[in-house]
């Protein structure tokens, strides 16, 4: 097969995603056969359901049930794994690299569970995993980083990788509306999925990072190991306080790594950025990421980050990466499948080598003393306060007071957090944000 | 050699460009042969003056003053054409091609005269040619066009394409300073060349327009035939008068694709961008480029467009893509080099067909009538006023007037100028700028 000038191409899991790379394929793919010297034929598609209504209708003679069947087909040299999920993905996943095929994936959950898995099979068998669908959609990021900064060590990447809870925090934003309104709004919109926990809490983003950091130190970091917070404790006080204080918030994924310590930190959280930040501007369900690189200095990349026509152009992107191997035949090594940086002696660095101002956020009662009891505590960690913003009463005899801080680090803020948390006055669990100050 | 373990690489030109790839290249070595599995010598350069000092010393052995002896040495795998100009540039290329060689180069003028050439002997040949550097310096543009983004069409792709005119046009408007002025500061500086003419009249970045509109459409575009206008008359009371109106002033790249008509218009102008868009907002040596796919919408590429770290970068990467496809024998054909769409009945769009909204500055007559007469000239254009920004009359007699159309089109606006110049009362040449309204 690999030496034929037929590809022949099968989808696993045939929701948004597929129907949306098997629509914008069938369109074309006239030109890209042209381009690549190759014909592409959709052989087969998997899915759970053969007769639920889809939007994107198939001959019934290409659907099954079966997606080990598509996995293991020796007449197919690509299979798309659309179907999300960890367990039969990956079992799809493993059983097609074990056949030497192409697979193609958009699904991060699977590659930051399994990564080091799938590319050890991928290079025992003479298999090949192509994935730039899995981080920021349509912005071809991996190509970008694994192949276009080549020459480049990475002393920080960050940015928005999640467009549903960049969409939540601009409509929190604009509308000066609470996070439980707009969360159902976007679920009507089919912004947000019925499940937001993936997305709100900061995991998916998590994963797309995970991805991120493999790619540019050759380490897998475990989601577990990362600073993960979500959005959903964010007021549209935060965002009056924030822009007081001259900054928006954005949900970040941000990995940087000393180069002298060789300490890597990747870690998800929503973070104060300075409102002329490029990143800062960045609305609705785009995605954006800042690449720093030793040689190249810093570049940016901004696009949608999700939804069916931008994943599926970077399916498709693979699919023609894919086209262009399969033509050499299947042993071959493209530039796209550069070895990650080898990790050498990098490890996970230590929080107290997380460095940074914060934001923090108390509900207090509204009486004399609690300021001078918050900052002797903050005091003991020697976490410098940098300004205080306190607002009106509350009826109910408490007060808002958000305190800013100079640099410090995680460790200690987070002992701060827990003893201040522990403090009478304080009556609600404060809100501890970061502030991110990249130099561009 | 092709099947051999060990690449070697030439270079053509060991100036600012040269130096930042050789010493860039001696530092990530390691690194990249890890990665690519293969082993990259640098073995020869060519230069002018072997005797002239330079910042990166290379050994004496290496150098040579014959830039042809380099691109036919059978040993060389990699020939990097980084002199500049477009002679013996172009011998040095078609040379190497001949020999089945890939050339790295980041000469965009040499692609823009001689591209149907270059391509059209390396795929004679069985040679390659890559070209990363010639646009946007370290943002890998080249590669997310052809590959990451091949699954679409381009209706738009606009940006700053020229990093010295962008450094010119911020410190204008930062110190409100005159233009020669900022030149002269930007030459002592080495933001521009002793020679500016090439970066300030907006053909260096018609060259490398003509490099995208030929990925993006199959076609090459003469800088002849482009609207092609610099920025040498923008003066402080421009920037003022844009910021009125609610724009800052850039120099855009345009290359706009009407998929109904088959109409094609490439071009260079200073163009009125609203504040709010993101690239209105990207300052100094910095390029940007959006790029609006039909199936990914629109994405955004920011990083340095110029200058030795960036420029190797890219260079760099073009070598990593050419050792991996020498890794597996020359004859290979990457979908790094996925044939640029086919042309099919693309046309030039007629000037009519370039629609937009205009910013028209005179220096006029400060007496009675005046407006009166501008405005019944493009009335007989049919070109409809939306607004004016009369300035004080200065002490000479003269008054700076500022109009601003609704939408028309070149052809319109052209003889609008022609007839409008040759009013006794309008005093200097005027200056049209025009109004970039592009949606996101």
Known sequence: ????????????????????????????????????????????????????????????????????????????????????????????TLAALREGKVVVSANKALISAHGAEIFATARKH???????????????????????????????????????????????EELDAPYDCVLAEAKQLGYAEADEALDVQ???????????????????????????????????????????????????????????????????????????????????????????????????YIGRGAGQDATASAVISDIADAAALLRHGKNLHLTSEVAPLPAGGVKLAPLERIRGCYYLRLTVRDQPGVLARIASVMARHHVSIASVIQNASETDGTASLVLTTHESNERAMQTTLRDVSRLASVVDRPLLLRIGEFSE
């Not at 991996?142 to 990447?157: D, Q, S, T």
């Not at 990362?226 to 970040?252: C, Q």
Request: proline share 4%; hydrophobic share 45%.
């Open 202 to 300: 900061g995991w998916d983003a998590a994963h797309k990072a995970a991805v991120l950091a493999w790619l540019a130190h050759g380490r897998w970091v475990d989601p577990k190991h990362m600073i993960v917070e979500g959005i959903d404790r964010i007021t549209p006080a935060d965002f009056k306080n924030a822009a007081t204080l001259g900054y928006g918030i954005k949900l970040l994924a941000i990995i940087v790594r000393d180069f002298a310590t060789d300490e890597l930190s990747v870690r998800v959280h929503p973070t104060l950025l300075p409102e002329g930040n490029v990143i800062a501007n960045v609305n609705g369900v785009y995605n954006a990421i800042s690449v720093t690189g030793d040689v190249v200095g810093t570049t940016l």
């Open 126 to 172: 003479g298999g090949h995993f192509f994935f730039e669908a899995s981080v920021a959609g349509g912005i071809p990021i991996i190509k970008a980083l694994r192949e276009g900064l080549v020459a480049n060590r990475f002393p920080c990447i960050y940015g928005i990788l999640n467009g549903t809870c960049n969409y939540i925090l601009t409509q929190m």
């Open 1 to 92: 097969m690999s030496k034929s000038n037929v590809i022949k191409i099968g989808l696993c899991g045939f929701g948004t995603v597929g129907q949306g790379v098997w629509k914008h394929l069938q369109r074309t793919k006239g030109e890209m056969e042209a381009r690549l010297g190759v014909r592409l034929e959709l052989a087969r598609v998997a899915v759970r359901d053969p007769r639920r209504k889809r939007a994107v209708r198939l001959p019934a003679s290409k659907l099954t049930t079966d997606a080990m069947a598509v996995a293991c087909d020796p007449a197919i040299g690509i299979v798309c794994e659309l179907m999300g999920g960890t367990d039969l993905a990956r079992q799809v």
